[in-house]
């Protein structure tokens, strides 16, 4: 998704004028097509805010008579927010992404941070935009089962006064459940699609894992509808990178501790995504909890051993092998045997026996491959 060149409204909250100066200047010298206005205070950056509409706002953490956290109240939910600080501080850093800014940047008195301004900009954009088309989906989805369920309510009651072949009746109900079926597996290849256009990377893991959990439940012997719930999990599982700046998921070296700790927020988020979405699996739970560990090692809530759904415990096997054996940003693949001596030095510590044990035979018994 391209961000058009056009004319964009940029709103910089900023009471240092030498930063002012910097910016305006960087602006014409560099012939940003950008209609900005400049706020020194809370109050002026209020008053904007209240009577104009922008495409980003840019705002400095430190001001005069308060923090760029006191305008957050006032910015429209689809304008997204770029915070420009001085401090450098990782704590500031993940309250701002935590606050709801797409990004952050961290001034350096030279003014280099400026030189990434443009990119930062409609990177900033382009992820809002993406995070307005997914609430779009989540909203035809709710209303989609809604609309199910007022059908499946006004049978029931027409039920209540008729005499009908149960055989029939049985039909119905399971035409009325594929169905909703069909509209989640429908919304989760649209979000696939979605994530698959910011980070390819992140789209083909999310499908080379979910492929392998359902073959360790199908050789579980689960049922075929918990199976089917853990492959559509799998799918989505990394959707919580979505609001991550493209650059740290694809970063070719070491993460930063500040980088690290914005990634680990992607469980959280993933759950926050898909807690609202009514599905017949716990397709939230199994995000929300693919980074735990059986003896409570893991994030974000530190759950251990029954705390952990079977379909999470399947995910982490899986998410974690095909991690290994793939190659990533920062490192080329270890092979597909590091990925299986990772979960059998920790059967039972941090991975579900049985799960290791089953993922172990697929690979050294049975053939399985990744795809």
């Not at 941070?113 to 997914?134: F, G, M, Q, S």
């Not at 590091?338 to 920790?346: C, F, Q």
């Amino acid at each position: 998704m391209d961000i058009e060149r056009k004319s964009l409204r940029v709103l910089y909250v900023e009471d240092g004028e030498v930063d002012r100066l910097a910016f305006e200047r960087f602006v014409r010298k560099n012939k940003l097509p950008y209609e900005y206005s400049v706020a020194v205070s809370v109050k002026e950056g209020r008053l904007l805010l209240e009577s104009d509409r922008f495409d980003v706002v840019l705002l400095d953490y430190m001001l005069g008579n308060g923090t760029g956290f006191d305008l957050l109240d006032v910015i429209r939910s689809d304008t997204p927010v770029i915070f420009v600080t001085g401090t450098g501080d990782e704590e500031t850093a993940v309250k701002a992404i935590k606050s709801g800014a797409i990004d952050y940047l961290i001034k350096d008195p030279e003014g280099n941070y400026l030189t990434i301004l443009p990119v930062t900009v409609d990177n900033a954009i382009r992820t809002k935009k993406l995070e307005e088309e997914l609430k779009r989906y989540q909203s035809r989805l709710e209303e989609m089962v809604e609309e199910r369920t007022i059908q499946l309510q006004e049978a029931n009651e027409r039920l209540r006064g008729e005499i009908l072949d149960r055989k029939q009746a049985e039909e119905k109900l399971k035409n009325t459940l594929e169905r909703l079926r069909n509209a989640v597996s429908t919304t989760i290849q649209v979000i696939i699609s979605t994530i698959e256009a910011r980070d390819p990377y992140t789209a083909n893991h999310q499908l080379r894992s979910a492929d392998l959990a359902r073959a360790i439940a199908t050789e579980m012997e689960l049922s075929p509808d918990r199976i089917e719930g853990i492959h559509m999990a799998g799918s989505i599982h990394d959707i919580g990178k979505l609001p991550i700046p493209a650059e740290i998921l694809s970063k070719p070296s070491k993460l930063s501790d500040i980088e690290f700790a914005l990634i680990k927020e992607h469980s959280q988020k993933g759950y926050e995504m898909l807690k609202d979405v009514q599905s017949p699996w716990p397709l939230a739970e199994i995000v929300y909890q693919h980074h735990e560990r059986m003896d409570g090692s893991g994030y974000p809530r530190n759950l251990k051993g029954d705390e952990i759904l079977m379909e999470a415990r399947i995910m982490t096997v899986a998410d974690v092998v095909e991690a290994m054996a793939s190659h990533r940003p920062y490192r080329a693949s270890l092979g597909i045997e590091a990925g299986l001596k990772e979960i059998e030095d920790n059967r039972g510590i941090l991975y579900d026996a049985d799960v290791v044990d089953v993922c172990l035979r697929l690979f050294r018994e049975k053939g399985y491959s990744l795809p």
